[in-house]
């Protein structure tokens, strides 16, 4: 199976760092989608089973998301998510045909001059989980939708 790399931090590092921001910026568009995931169960269980204790770290409080990201090369790969997970992600955050960035920039920048000005914050997480969790909800109604036999 061909790995699909959804986003990496290196990325966007030096854009970052020509804005004057801390380097942990050029995750936090990403980390909030992966908070989401984690919190919605929507990890591979080899993902699950490799970073276990750094995980159950994450859910005691005593890791950051930008820490379980930063352990796994800040980058986020279709191997780290399950099925759902891997269609949602290719429907939704998606950079160039998903609707994830809109929804983060409308929700969370706003008049800050760009994405990576967004802090990571517990209130901008359940803002930006909030709104994904919706989109969640329709993609998955639409495909049950695509996926019921037309009764004749």
């Known amino acids: 199976m061909k790995l699909h790399v959804y986003d990496k931090a290196k990325y966007h590092c030096e854009e970052v760092e020509s804005l004057g921001l801390p380097g942990e910026h050029a995750y936090h568009h990403t980390t909030f989608f992966l908070s989401w995931l984690i919190k919605n169960e929507l990890m591979s269980a080899s993902f ?3 970073v276990e204790k750094d995980l159950t770290e994450y859910r005691e409080g005593k890791a950051s998301i930008n820490q379980i990201y930063g ?4 980058c986020l790969i279709s191997d780290m998510l399950n099925m ?5 992600a290719k429907a939704y955050f998606d950079f160039s045909k ?3 960035l809109d929804d983060y ?3 969370l920048q ?5 994405e990576f000005h967004v802090e990571y914050t517990l209130e901008n997480e359940t803002i930006i989980h909030r709104v994904i ?3 969640f909800s329709a993609w998955k109604e639409t495909r049950t ?3 019921k036999p037309i009764e004749s």
């Open 48 to 50: 699950c089973s490799d």
């Open 105 to 107: 920039h409308q929700y």
């Open 84 to 88: 759902q997970g891997n269609a949602f």
């Open 98 to 100: 998903g609707e994830y």
């Open 71 to 74: 352990w796994w090369d800040a």
């Open 145 to 147: 939708k695509k996926a």
């Open 110 to 114: 706003k008049e800050l001059p760009s």
């Open 133 to 135: 969790s919706d989109r």
